[in-house]
């Protein structure tokens, strides 16, 4: 089953978000947006969140006790060993290699948090729906499956309106994303 | 604190390194080993099971990372007392013709490993040279004769034997004269059998030689009390010794003898006892002159009238007159009093090979009746019997061809005699000649016969070092190749069918036997057998008479003074000695204690010389007309003097000898019939070419830093840790924030008294030996590569002008708080419980963080592969020399640290002993191989736990300190505060 | 808030988005100069002597080297802190810089961090070199083995030493690889030909700058930002540490990590600007990297010079007032006079000294004096390194063990091979990565045009 | 369309079975025998030759049925054990006799164990002759080998590259349209290259279950299992030295003097034991327990002091015939041991020195010491 699309393409930047504003008047459910620099105001209107830092810090609380846990496991109950007359738990060395270990492992896991929630991976090809998007151009898509034609009039309308200078009709058997 | 003074050589920026690896060409020997010992048909005791030596040392070699299959071969008869693994000791005696030790020969698996002192010799007292040590590497040295030869070529010992016999039958028969010419022989059976040999033959003449000669001491003391001999210096007895231009700590006599006597009467602390006081009079800095109380710088032309006015002056006050004569350029009447007040218990002694000089000796010594208690010629020291003007008169006879045959024993004349072309030539006017040498030198070769003689590791021999003193040398290895000992071929050649080790029981039953007071004489064998020693009471003769006539010719010769010019001084190193062992690596790489520099032979020249003639250390320096060598800068050397050591310069010694130095033994002088280890030249020039030394320490002041700690004897009786204040005040200041770590059983400590230590490097020596401690060569050296694990250091305060001198020897600290141990990653060193700093070497990863973070610089680097690897082809290339390594130590791989263990291995055997023995360690029963080497005692090991131990005892002395105690690093090795016998210098 | 009319525009020329794609990424789509192939040869044979000096090292051992018994560190050490106090700028940039959102770096942190990659890695080859037995060079894991298991010593700053670089390495990657996926879109989006195409999709990951995307990479970034800041400081504080926990006279000082830590910002940034010098020559990007750039790189190089030199005066004054006769000795006698004055005066000279002249403005604005005060800068920092790992270990406790030091052609091989191999990264760098963020430049573009509230 | 993706993968599979044609090990059947060695017994036709190789391997038959000599003595090397002497073995010791000695034996076996074996065997003089012949060639040429042609870092190379190939194409070529056949190569080579790692990482100085031949097929299952010798009468040492000794020839002969007959291998074995003692030659046997050089082990440590079995570290030596290792001998398995052991240290009264510890035993507060507790598991306990 195929799905349709309308993408509006926009050269400006305040064209484009107050194209998504006058959308959202009307009620139109943005699928998404492409620009080609991250725009603030952009997050605030889709409200787009992310949760990343919360499980940052999750990452981070787990790597610190597992760090001190192994470094007190391995140097003090498994295999003590006396280096130059320290004591076998030498807590203040320890507190380096937790400290850079943890940032290790919050890298690591976050990294790995992002790749998978956002499905973002080495040789990922995700649908493009106007490879300009990257370069110089801005883009809204309005999946059109559900609307009527009137309201494909109105959302044309609308975007011509607000300065887009293209809007393209697309149709993607299947949806990469 | 005294003012110490920053070194010559860094002034002038010496550069030691220069990098790339000296590409030693290597002799490939083929080596036969298998040829023999697999296929013999009896294993007889002491047989050399070479295959299983060879699989373990192998064994011990290989590392690869998949293990190969490895072979497991047992004996076919299994000889009874050799375990597997375990040492066997064999008691034997060393004697060269120049250096006796008795000693315990530590075999494993039938091969001779390690030298140890015997302490049932009292003769040596368990100290053993550095030579000595060292010379079980000979009898693993390729460069050792093979087989016998006639004109150069091989053939068999019944050809050689039939050829030899048919040769001085016939000489015989003409009624020619035969020579023997021998190093000295102290072996008693051996000299009967030669007075047999000889008595074969019509004209027979026996000839010792010796290296570096004593002839004049023998033939003034012929002349005085109608003895030749060396008598025995007892320091023990002596509070005051005055010392001429003899090394007898390093060198002279026998080193090994006197350092034990000398130190223990240089103890602050001996009860009932004066410390003894010592002064010595020399031109070059010497082992002896660094551990006099005062030091003075003479010319050696000077002696003389320095001692003929000391005579006078002594003379003079005891029959109560003034002194007359002229005073020369140093005020002795100081001495003089001190000589007078301790008469009887004094010393005054000279190395100088001057028949007048020793007269003027023997007139002191007499008039101080110092031949009572401290000089002994009645149980005199059989350790040198050349006398010069017979070898000069035998080789001019050569010369003349009255000799129509002459046999050599252990003698290297073409290389050492000072007229050696003159030998040379008489040597091919000879008819017969004969050689018979254990390894490779320049004599080899240019006899008509070799008849290569064993090590004396491989050989039966006796030895009387001291009439009474009896000592038995026994194998410890059966023959590595096709050789025969010297008594074996006389035996042989008179026709005697008897064998050498017959003959020597036979002797020994007959003369020696009946001076036992055991029943049989097999039992007394095994017993002597077992200690290596036997003595017996001699009778104490009638005191010597003084010849006093002989005195007053020599008392008026005149001597002349020498103002201008140079005198070069000829000596032997304290490593290398005469040059006898010039092919044995660790010698070679041994630094000399004074000069720490090691792989040459230097000119030493006073730094007032230097600065006048533009010298700096390295400079080739040209001395008369054809000497050319490198100079060294020598702190204390006398102005107008040059000191260079003999014994290098070989062109036939071996790959690890030859062309290593200049050969100065052609400028030896021939005067008056003996040989004078000196010259005069008036020409010195510095050609300004530039030479790299091997230096091991550059840099020789203490920057003030409290690293040897001193004191003088008036000050540490008043209190005894005077010059050790420092030590109460950082023990107060210690502070920590961890818990200490409590230590149970065990915690081994070394304590070293830098008052008994001379410095000599045994040490050094017996450490290598033990550990398998690789040598590196010259260039490494010089990139300041040495391995050696335990070094002594050297450092100069006062003035560079004649400065004083201070020995430490320097090891793993084993710090109980180690900073080396903290920073390494992979946790390859670490701390036992038992107070060890160990290290893992096949944990080490090699980052060198610990060699960089020990404040002590003690860790050493395995920067290249030094086994298997032709570019150090020294002792670990050849799968003979690799037999001397330890089986008990690990051979280190290239890129690891490895350091001193306190010879762990020596800990854990005891320790197991103890344990298999259901007893506990005994005090002094674990003993580190530099403490054992050590003659002086000066290196105590043992448990500091125990509270009754020798080292924890030591470790309260007032005088114990430990090296940087201010760091907090608690070193398990604690120092003792040198004492000198000095009055206070006003700073 | 950043004000264009105050302090000049970002981006100079009134740039269109799709001339900034064009502009950045005309590097990578023309072929390259004659200029580029000369130094990327010249570089390529450097690296392949350093190839020869690690064979070297690594078949016959460290002995090929001038390091001995007492100074057992030398020049491996002295270079791998110097190349990582050089891989500090690019973190240095991106991160102290996006923390504090100083907009002005978004031209020239791609390029920083492309050198802080190549450079830490350079810098990773000495410690690995330096072993004596690098291929048990895995003992450094604590990894469950069948030794008992035995760990590793966690109270090594060595080991400290390794996690934190691996760290380092990874996280810098990570951050400088994030950055490239918007770019990796765009060239994928805009090239013809196939195999970029192929490559630039596979590496950009399927990014298509969805809101979805850009929310988890402002975000992510943000994390990656502020745990590397920490590690930034901490990387370099934990090199100091290997000489800071020894116990050697003129490595044993508090001081050490902060003053390690500006070092290598300081190194850092005046590479970046040696860098940026030959970009906007070579490139023709001087409407991207401005002199405003250039002039905010040499007030910050002015600065960090100022505290190294109170730092060294720190460390003397230290010496002095701490009346350690040892301390006073490396520092007195053997840096101030003695053997090695050339490398301690030659470090004041140039790192606190001679950036003082960027306290005019001619020469900040002067692309020949930029360059030569950063290279200057750059060797100064060497003499830093020189100065702290081998006068200290050549004259330490005990005169004995005294002794000199000098190179071998080995080290110095592969101390050239690290350039060559640096440099060839660069070039390389230059030719197949976008210089600049273009995703980020253009969200710049516009900035500070009408003043935000 | 399809037509070219069903080519290109029929092309694609033909590689791969060649591949696996040319990666199977091939066994080449002899070695080439020395033609100057094999013209001395030119007495023998070729033909002949052959007939004594098929007698020796029982396949002429006779009254229905047929002894094969190869199915006892074997012909090539085999991993199981077999008592009775390799072909080999007799061959070389038969090459001096004539036909005439080995039919005595072959026929008339004098010892039991072979009697009852050989027992109503039926050869003609002239079959033995031919076997003689074969046998003497067997002698020159020697045993079967198995020559693997190529090793395992050829395959492990290839096994890389194919991994690489695949990725490569996969992402970029593309030529390989089903992405199952991607996903099988990627998945088999991976399996194989991470196996190859592991094996062989694993065989660094360990080698588990090392079970070699030895040079005399001994067997101390019979001897220190059915005749219930102790341990220490051939490893003598191990009481009171670091190696436990293998014991000397004269040791053997203590026995063997006298018996001559054994139960697993007949009069052979032993004849050869006595062979190597009467010519002085000692037994090349081939160790088992090998510990790395940089491991100091004393076998009086932990035999005598320890108070260990022999059994403990070495198996249960008196079930295996040949022996085999038992243990892992790595680090961690001694280490192990070290932990849990507790040593003997009321009895012994080296121990007396530890006073805080046996301090803390009269205190109660423990009861036994293990080896750990008193440093046994510090390096230098081992490592020096």
Same mark, same amino acid.
């Given at each position: 089953m195929s799905r349709a699309f309308k993408i509006g393409v926009f050269n400006e930047e305040e064209k484009f978000i107050s194209s998504i504003k006058s959308l959202q008047e009307k009620e139109f459910i943005i699928y998404d947006v492409f620009t080609p620099y991250p725009i603030h105001e952009v997050f605030h209107l889709l409200r787009r969140k992310s949760r990343l830092p919360t499980a940052a810090y999750f990452f981070g609380l787990f790597a610190i006790i597992t760090v001190l846990a192994f470094l007190y496991y391995t140097s003090v109950l498994d295999w003590p060993i006396d280096y130059g007359g320290k004591p076998f738990n030498s807590f203040p060395s320890f507190i380096v290699v937790t400290i850079v270990l943890t940032i290790f492992t919050v890298t690591i896991a976050s990294l790995a948090a992002f790749s998978a929630r956002s499905k973002l991976y080495p040789g990922k090809e995700n649908t493009i729906f106007d490879h300009r998007s990257t370069d110089d151009k801005f883009i809204i898509v309005v999946n059109t499956d559900s609307l009527n034609n009137s309201q494909l009039g109105q959302l044309v309308s609308l975007m011509q309106e607000e300065g887009a200078v293209e809007v393209l009709d697309k149709e993607f058997e299947t949806i990469n994303a | 604190m005294k003012k110490y003074w920053k070194s010559v050589e860094e002034f002038h920026g010496i550069t030691v390194g220069d990098n790339g690896i000296s590409e030693e060409k290597h002799k490939e020997e083929f080596l036969e080993l298998f040829e023999n010992g697999l296929l013999r048909k009896t294993s007889s005791r002491r047989d050399f099971f070479k295959i299983f030596g060879f699989s373990l040392s192998s064994a011990a070699l290989a590392a690869s990372c998949k293990r190969p299959v490895q072979n497991a071969i047992p004996y076919v008869n299994h000889p009874p007392e050799i375990t597997p693994g375990k040492s066997l000791y064999y008691a034997t005696s060393f004697f060269d013709g120049h250096e006796y030790s008795g000693i315990l020969v530590k075999t494993r698996d039938g091969r001779p490993v390690k030298i140890e002192g015997n302490a049932l010799s009292s003769f040596n007292n368990e100290g053993t040279s550095a030579r000595v040590q060292a010379s079980v590497l000979s009898l693993y040295d390729d460069a050792r004769l093979k087989l016998p030869t006639v004109d150069n070529l091989p053939v068999n010992w019944d050809t050689l034997d039939e050829q030899v016999i048919k040769d001085l039958s016939g000489i015989n028969s003409e009624d020619g004269e035969i020579v023997l010419l021998t190093s000295t022989i102290n072996s008693p059976s051996t000299i009967k059998l030669i007075n047999e040999f000889g008595t074969r033959f019509k004209k027979f003449r026996w000839v010792q030689y010796d290296t570096v000669s004593y002839s004049a001491i023998l033939e003034a003391n012929l002349i005085c009390f109608g003895k030749a001999a060396i008598p025995d210096y007892h320091f023990q007895n002596a509070g005051y010794v005055v010392s001429v231009n003899a090394d007898f700590l390093g060198t002279w006599v026998s080193p090994v003898h006197f350092i034990p006597k000398y130190t223990s009467r240089r103890k602050p602390d001996s009860p009932g006892q004066e410390m003894l006081r010592h002064i010595h009079f020399e031109s070059g800095m010497s082992l002896t002159g660094s551990n006099a109380d005062k030091r003075i710088k003479i010319r050696p032309s000077e002696e003389k009238q320095l001692l003929t006015e000391l005579y006078n002056r002594i003379a003079a006050r005891q029959s109560g007159k003034e002194f007359q004569g002229s005073a020369g350029r140093y005020d002795v009447s100081e001495i003089t009093e001190s000589l007078i007040s301790s008469k009887g218990k004094s010393i005054v002694l000279s190395g100088t090979n001057n028949v007048e000089i020793q007269l003027l000796i023997n007139g002191i010594n007499s008039l101080l009746g110092n031949y009572a208690d401290c000089i002994d010629l009645n149980r005199n020291l059989n350790i040198a019997s050349g006398i010069d003007s017979r070898v000069e008169e035998l080789v001019n006879d050569l010369n003349e061809g009255k000799v129509k045959a002459l046999l050599m024993y252990n003698v290297n004349p073409v290389y050492d005699y000072p007229g050696s072309g003159n030998f040379l030539a008489g040597l091919k006017n000879t008819v017969v000649t004969v050689n018979m040498a254990c390894s490779l030198n320049e004599t080899v070769g240019k006899a008509k016969y070799e008849s290569p003689v064993h090590h004396y590791l491989e050989s039966w021999n006796d030895a009387e070092i001291i009439p009474g003193q009896l000592s038995l040398a026994q194998p410890?290895?059966?023959?590595?190749?096709d050789t025969r000992s010297f008594q074996e071929s006389l035996l042989k050649w008179s026709g005697n069918s008897l064998s050498w080790h017959d003959y020597l029981m036979a002797n020994w039953e007959k003369e020696f036997f009946q001076k036992s007071d055991l029943p049989d004489f097999r039992k007394f064998w095994e017993v002597c057998l077992g200690n290596g020693v036997f003595s017996y009471n001699i009778s104490d003769s009638k005191p010597v008479s003084f010849n006093k006539e002989v005195l007053s010719a020599s008392i008026n010769s005149k001597v002349s003074v020498g103002t201008y010019g140079f005198e070069v001084i000829l000596y032997e190193s304290v490593a290398l000695g005469t040059g006898l062992y010039a092919n044995n690596p660790w010698l070679m790489e041994l630094p000399d204690p004074v000069s720490r520099h090691c792989w040459d032979n230097v000119a030493a020249v006073s730094p007032a010389d230097a600065e006048k003639l533009g010298i700096i250390t390295g400079h080739l320096i040209k001395i008369g007309e054809n000497l050319v060598i490198p100079a060294f800068i020598q702190p204390g050397q006398a102005e107008g003097t040059v000191s260079i050591a003999l014994g290098y310069g070989h062109t036939n010694s071996g790959p690890v000898g030859d062309n290593i130095g200049v050969n100065v033994y052609p400028f030896v002088g021939l005067i008056g019939g003996t040989r004078v280890y000196g010259f005069t030249t008036g020409k010195l020039e510095n050609t300004l070419k530039q030479s790299q030394l091997a230096l091991t320490q550059v840099h020789h002041s203490m920057e003030g830093r409290p690293i040897v700690r001193e004191t003088v004897l008036s000050r540490y009786r008043s209190n005894p840790s005077s010059g050790n204040e420092l030590h109460e005040e950082y023990e107060l200041k210690h502070r920590t924030l961890y818990p200490e770590v409590n230590y149970d059983g065990f915690h081994w400590g070394l304590a070293i008294d830098l008052n008994s230590c001379v410095g000599c490097n045994s040490c050094v020596i017996a450490c290598q030996a033990e550990n398998n401690i690789p040598v590196v060569g010259k260039a490494e050296v010089r990139n300041r590569r040495i391995m050696h694990w335990i070094k002594i250091d050297r450092y100069y305060s006062e003035t560079p002008d004649n400065p004083k001198v201070y020995f430490q020897p320097l090891t793993c600290q084993h710090c109980d708080n180690a900073p080396c141990e903290n920073v390494c990653p992979v946790s390859a060193t670490n701390h036992s419980s038992e107070g060890l700093n160990q290290m893992t070497y096949n944990r080490c990863i090699g980052t060198k963080y610990c060699i960089n973070n020990c404040p002590y610089k003690v860790r050493r680097f395995n920067w290249f592969r030094y086994t298997n690897n032709k570019a150090f082809d020294f002792n670990t290339v050849s799968d003979l020399g690799k037999m001397v390594l330890n089986p008990d130590v690990t051979v280190r791989e290239r890129g690891v640290v490895e350091k001193c263990s306190f010879c762990v291995q020596r800990i854990q055997e005891k320790k197991l002993l103890a344990k298999l023995e259901n007893r506990t360690l005994k005090d002094n029963e674990i003993k580190t191989a530099c403490m054992q080497a050590c003659p002086s005692g000066a290196i105590v090991f043992g448990n500091l736990k125990d509270r009754n131990s020798e080292v924890s005892k030591l470790f309260q002395n007032p005088r114990n300190y430990h090296l940087l105690e201010e760091l907090h690093t608690l070193p398990s090795v604690g120092y003792l505060t040198k004492v000198w016998n000095d009055e206070e210098k006003k700073s | 808030m950043y004000n264009k009319n105050i302090r000049g525009p970002l981006v100079e020329g009134n740039k269109t988005l799709s001339q900034i794609s064009k502009e950045i990424l005309n590097p990578m789509e023309t072929t390259p100069g004659l200029w580029w192939y000369i130094a990327f040869g010249i570089s390529l044979i450097a690296a392949l002597f350093g190839f020869y000096a690690i064979y070297i090292t690594v078949s016959q *051992?460290?002995? &090929?080297? *001038?390091?001995?018994n007492s100074v057992g560190w030398g020049w491996e050490i002295v270079n791998f802190v110097w190349w990582i106090g050089i891989g500090h700028a690019g973190t240095a940039f991106s991160i102290f810089l996006l923390i504090l959102r100083q907009k002005w770096r978004t031209s020239i942190n791609r390029a920083a961090e492309a050198m802080t990659v190549i450079a830490v890695m350079c810098a990773a080859l000495f410690p690995a070199l330096h072993m004596g037995r690098v291929w048990l060079a895995f003992y450094i894991f604590p990894y469950p083995n069948t030794r008992g298991p035995l760990w590793v010593n966690f109270n090594s700053p060595l080991f400290w030493d390794f996690i934190a670089i691996t760290a380092y390495l990874l996280i810098s990657f990570s951050f400088w690889y994030l950055g490239m996926l918007p770019d990796f879109a765009t060239i994928r989006d805009r090239t013809t030909s196939k195999i970029k195409k192929a490559i630039y999709g596979f590496f950009g990951m399927g990014w298509t700058g969805s809101s979805h995307h850009w929310i988890r990479f402002e975000s992510l970034s943000f994390i990656l930002g502020g745990i590397a800041a920490v590690l930034v400081v901490s990387v370099h504080s934990i090199v100091s540490t290997d000489f800071a926990v020894g116990i050697i006279p003129g490595w044993h000082a508090t001081l050490f990590p902060p003053y390690f830590v500006v070092g290598a910002i300081f190194s850092g940034f005046a590479m970046v600007m040696t860098l940026m010098v030959f970009v906007r020559k070579m490139y023709s990007l001087t409407d991207y990297i401005t002199d405003n750039h250039m002039d905010a790189i040499a007030r910050i190089l002015v600065f960090i010079s100022l505290i190294m030199g109170t730092a060294y005066s720190t460390e003397v004054f230290v010496a002095w007032y701490s009346g350690n006769e040892y301390e006073m000795f490396t520092f007195f $006698?053997? $840096?101030? &006079?003695?053997?090695y004055t050339v490398q301690f005066w030659g470090m004041i000279i140039c790192n606190a000294l001679i950036p003082q002249l960027f306290w005019f403005k001619k020469i900040r604005r002067s692309w020949i004096g930029l360059l030569i005060i950063s290279l200057i800068i750059n060797l100064g920092m060497w003499y830093e390194r020189f100065n702290i790992v081998v006068t200290s270990l050549s004259k330490d406790y005990l005169p004995s063990n005294w002794v000199s030091y000098n190179p071998t052609y080995i080290e110095i091989g592969v101390y050239a091979g690290t350039l060559g191999l640096f440099l060839a990264g660069i070039l390389l760098f230059f030719r197949y990565?976008?210089?600049?963020a273009i995703s980020e430049v253009k969200s710049v573009v516009n900035i500070g045009t009408k003043v935000e509230d | 369309m399809n037509d070219s993706v069903l080519s290109n993968n029929i092309r694609f599979l033909l590689l791969i079975i060649l591949l696996i044609c040319i990666t199977t090990p091939v066994h080449?059947?002899?070695?080439?025998?020395d033609d100057s060695l094999l013209n001395k017994q030119r007495a023998f036709k070729a033909e002949e030759l052959t007939k004594g190789e098929r007698l020796f391997y029982g396949l002429v038959y006779r009254d229905q049925k047929a002894v094969s000599c190869a199915s006892c003595h074997n012909t090539s090397f085999s991993d199981e054990l077999n008592w009775n002497p390799d072909a080999i073995e007799i061959s070389r010791k038969y090459t001096n006799k004539s036909a005439d000695d080995l039919s005595k034996v072959l026929l008339r076996p004098a010892v039991e164990k072979m009697a009852e074996v050989h027992n109503g065997y039926q050869f003609t003089p002239e079959d033995i002759v031919l076997i003689k012949a074969y046998m003497d060639k067997l002698a020159v040429i020697g045993l079967k080998q198995s020559k693997p042609v190529i090793t395992n870092l050829f395959l492990f190379i290839l096994a890389s590259i194919l991994f690489l190939f695949s990725i490569t194409d996969l992402i970029i070529l593309k030529k390989i349209k089903r992405q199952w056949i991607h996903f099988i190569i990627l998945f088999a080579t991976a399996v194989f290259i991470t196996n190859s790692f592991v094996t062989e990482g694993l065989e660094v100085g360990y080698s588990p279950e090392y079970e070699p031949d030895q040079p005399v097929k001994f067997s101390h299952e019979v001897h220190a299992g059915q005749n219930g010798t102790d341990c220490i009468y051939c490893h003598s040492f191990a009481h009171y030295s670091k190696s436990a000794g293998f014991p000397p020839e004269n040791v053997c002969m203590n026995c063997h003097l006298l018996v001559r007959n054994g139960s697993r291998s007949g009069a052979f074995e032993i004849a050869k034991v006595i062979n190597y003692y009467e010519e002085m030659k000692p037994i090349e046997w081939i160790k088992v327990y090998n510990l790395p050089d940089h491991v100091f082990f004393s076998h009086a440590q932990h035999v005598e002091a320890g108070g260990l079995k022999c059994q403990e570290c070495h198996g249960a030596v008196e079930e295996m015939d040949r022996i085999r290792l038992n243990q892992s001998l790595t680090m961690g398995w001694c280490i192990d041991c070290h932990r849990t052991k507790v040593v003997n240290f009321q009895n012994n009264r080296f121990y007396s020195d530890y006073k805080n510890m046996a301090e803390r035993i009269r205190n109660g507060e423990t009861d036994s010491v293990t080896v750990e507790r008193l440093g046994g598991t510090e390096c230098m306990k081992c490592h020096y």
């Open positions: - | 410890c290895i059966n023959p590595l190749f | *051992g460290i002995g &090929t080297w *001038g390091v001995n $006698r053997n $840096r101030i &006079t003695g053997d990565i976008p210089i600049m | 080449s059947n002899f070695i080439q025998a």
